[in-house]
Structure formats: structure tokens, C-alpha cells
């Protein structure tokens, strides 16, 4: 199946992928990304998800960093 | 290799940076094919002191589904993060330096570029390619491409919905210092305002000493225990 994944780890990404039925936002985690989910903001069309959400065709999923702060 | 802004990102950015005493952030959306070249500086829905800027988690996934949906390549729109500073100094606070390395570590490439109230710049590449490294970047206005007109009006309202005062907690009120003259006439006033009178008709409370409040002789040496009730 299809979702489109948007990201801006590495090159940065925002395009369709291809994936296995049945995958869960965790595991895409852990293939996509390095580093701690606490420190992204992960939704699925729009929408907070859990790990566990099981992706289907054609879902949104965006991966996106969190606590971007400065103080002087 | 300096960081350019068009002189409509550069008047943006002065104007945003301008409209209050709070700092305030956003990221710089790149030319297609020059990414250091800044072609417009966006908010991001965010909390603002006089010396913090954060931005809502939220507000930066919508604007990441917001460009997509624009057709930007993420490397157009969230490489090159900005904000200012209240002070003089644009050089990066520890703040800056740990939201840079977590938040834009793992890209590629990205910019974290400071604009301070006085008008120092500061940028700074870091990359990934190869070993890694990192480069201050010059400054400048790139005008030689043609470029729009200022639009206070529709930047002001962007400010507007983006940019969020962190609650200021009231200060405690403190009374103003009085010059060495004033404060003699005070201190001489208050005296003034004292009644005497009231504490004349009180009667004088008897002493621990006097034979009225104790009738035996205070106990000097142990003898003088022997008859003492106590």
C-alpha cells in the first residue's frame, strides 16, 4: 500500500511511499528515523497518533520536530 | 557563500521583528534552485517573552502539511530556522545552540539564523555531507532580482495570528525612593501624626522588680530559696 510521508530528516522528504500492509507509526518509526519519537510530533492525516495505529492506503503521515524554542 | 534575503524576506523580517518588545521566530522559505537565497520568512504559531520565542508543536506540523500541500520540498521551507533577538547581540544563546542540534540535527543541511534588535546578523550553516562541519555564513541582501513590495498590512495580521505574549507576572509595587530632604519632611510628619495623649492615660505597667508584682526578694544564693514558694 501507499501513504504519502513527510519528513525532514536526511534530504528531507515529502512523497508517496510504499509499504507493507499492516505497518504501525512505531515501525515506521523505527525505519525511517533515528532518535527518540519524544522528540517529534508524529500524525497521521492531521492527527495525533499512537504507536500502535495501524497505517492504511493512502494515510498523511507526518514526522515533524517538537520544542523548537530560543531564548537569548 | 553568504545567507541572502530577498529585500521583501529582509523588510519582512525587520517589520516582524519590530511590531513588540518580544522576541519572535519563524522559518525562511528558499528559492527553488537557490536554497541560501531566503525568498520569504513565515510564522509559526508560537509564545513569545521579551528574551524567549517557542514555537507550538503543533503549528510547525501544519505548516510542514501546509508547504507540502504548496508543492515545497521540505528543504525549501524548514532548513533555515529564524528568530530574533531583543538585544543587541545575535549570537546564539544555550537555548539556540541545544533547539539547533535536536531539531535540525538530523537534516541534511540547515541554517539557524539570528536577527538582533540593533541589527546584527548571525548564520550558521551546519551540514552533514562527508565528515560534517559547521560555517558562519555572511549576511546580505541579495537585490538583483526583482522583488515585491512591502505589505505591512498583511504581515502585521500574519503577526497578529501567529504571535502569542507569554503572560507577564504583575510586579510587586514599590514605593518611590524619596530624596534625602523629602525623606527628613516625611519622617518629621509622621512624628507629627504620633498622640501622645492617647498613651499618657495608660498606667505604668508594674516592673518584674517592683514589690507589687513579687513580695519576696529575688534568690540570689541558696539560702535565699529556703521560705521561697517557688
Given amino acids: ?72 | 557563500m553568504p545567507l541572502r534575503l530577498t529585500p521583501y524576506a529582509w523588510a519582512k523580517l525587520q517589520r516582524l521583528r519590530d511590531l513588540s518588545d518580544t522576541e519572535v521566530g519563524g522559518f525562511g522559505v528558499s528559492a527553488k534552485d537557490d536554497l541560501l537565497l531566503v525568498e520569504d520568512v513565515c510564522l509559526i504559531r508560537q509564545q513569545c517573552s521579551a528574551v524567549t520565542v517557542r514555537f507550538e508543536d503543533v503549528a510547525v506540523a501544519d505548516f510542514f502539511d501546509w508547504q507540502v500541500d504548496r508543492g515545497l520540498a521540505p528543504e525549501r521551507f524548514a532548513r533555515i530556522w529564524i528568530h530574533t533577538h531583543p538585544g543587541n547581540s545575535a549570537q546564539p544563546s544555550v537555548t539556540d545552540e541545544e533547539t539547533f542540534a535536536r531539531c535540525f540535527g538530523t537534516a541534511d543541511w540547515a541554517v539557524m539564523f539570528i536577527l538582533a534588535c540593533g541589527g546584527q546578523t548571525y548564520a550558521r550553516l551546519r551540514f552533514r555531507a562527508g565528515p560534517g562541519g559547521a560555517l558562519v555564513l555572511p549576511v546580505e541582501i541579495d537585490f538583483s532580482e526583482p522583488f515585491e513590495a512591502s505589505d505591512w498590512e498583511a504581515w502585521d495580521a500574519e503577526y497578529v495570528e501567529a504571535v502569542m505574549a507569554e503572560p507577564v507576572l504583575p510586579q510587586p509595587e514599590r514605593r518611590p525612593r524619596l530624596a534625602p530632604a523629602e525623606a527628613e519632611l516625611h519622617e518629621l510628619a509622621l512624628a507629627a501624626r504620633w498622640n501622645h495623649a492617647l498613651w499618657d492615660d495608660v498606667p505604668r505597667l508594674a516592673s518584674p522588680f517592683d514589690e507589687d508584682f513579687c513580695p519576696y526578694p529575688f534568690p540570689e544564693t541558696a539560702d535565699d530559696y529556703v521560705g521561697a514558694p517557688f
Avoid at chain 1, 504519502?4 to 509499504?19: K, P, Q, T, W
Wanted: glycine content about 8%; charged content about 25%.
Fill in chain 1, 1 to 72: 500500500m501507499h501513504i504519502l510521508y513527510i519528513n525532514n530528516s536526511g534530504s528531507g522528504f515529502a512523497d508517496r511511499i510504499e509499504v507493507a500492509d499492516g505497518l504501525t507509526v512505531r515501525t515506521l518509526f523505527e525505519q525511517k528515523m533515528s532518535g527518540k519519537p519524544a522528540d517529534y510530533l508524529i500524525r497521521v492525516n492531521r492527527q495525533p497518533a499512537s504507536a500502535d495505529q495501524v497505517l492504511q492506503e493512502g494515510d498523511r503521515v507526518s514526522i515533524t520536530p517538537t520544542k523548537i524554542e530560543g531564548a537569548h
